[in-house]
């Protein structure tokens, strides 16, 4: 068995889990550069960046990028931090899939350029250990309106949060080493409302 398979998440169902990463990545029918401009049914997008790092998030860097031309009239942010749990906690360890990854939430910016109007659309994802009081992910939307970038912000989110290819192992506070922590179902119910929208 080699490291990867080790390191996988024994938790987590394999064919579901595939298939997850299949649904999302097969929206994506050609590689692009991921600052390229992407059209959609609703609005030219003037700037879309997608990044899976182990580096801490330049959140100032990552806000003042989402205003790249005088017709952004609002932009919208959205940080996650990792929690200590009460103490319980001294780091997450988040693996990916590189590449599939990358893919899959291109999927999800892609699908929020179709729903809103965006001028710009932004997702930064840590991977590896993740301290307490560090951001775990960046997600933010620009567009002409605040409506747009509020709703288009909270779906990426939603979506990335169920079926971006990551998996999150606890490290706690006395040296040991958790389980992989499986998905909530009220991540599920978040995602499955946009269905109905």
Do not use: N
């Amino acid at each position: 068995m080699s490291d990867r398979e080790k390191r996988q998440p024994e938790t987590l169902d394999t064919a579901r889990m595939a298939s997850t990463m299949y649904d999302a990545a097969s929206r994506v029918t050609a590689k692009q550069d991921e600052k390229a401009p992407r059209s959609s049914s609703k609005a030219e997008i003037a700037e879309r960046s997608i990044r899976v790092q182990a580096e801490r998030i330049d959140l100032a860097q990552e806000s003042a990028a989402l205003v790249s031309a005088g017709s952004v009239g609002a932009t919208v942010s959205f940080t996650g931090y990792c929690r200590d749990e009460d103490g319980r906690l001294s780091a997450l360890e988040l693996e990916h899939y590189p590449g599939m990854a990358e893919r899959a939430i291109g999927a999800i910016l892609d699908e929020a350029a179709e729903r809103w109007p965006l001028l710009s659309i932004r997702a930064v994802h840590r991977y590896g250990l993740v301290k307490p009081g560090e951001e775990i992910v960046f997600v933010g939307c620009a567009s002409a309106h605040r409506q747009a970038a509020f709703e288009a912000a909270e779906f990426v989110m939603d979506f990335m949060k169920s079926k971006a290819p990551f998996w999150k192992r606890e490290h706690l506070a006395d040296g040991s080493v958790g389980g992989w922590v499986e998905s909530k179902a009220t991540d599920e119910a978040a995602g499955d409302r946009w269905h109905r929208l």
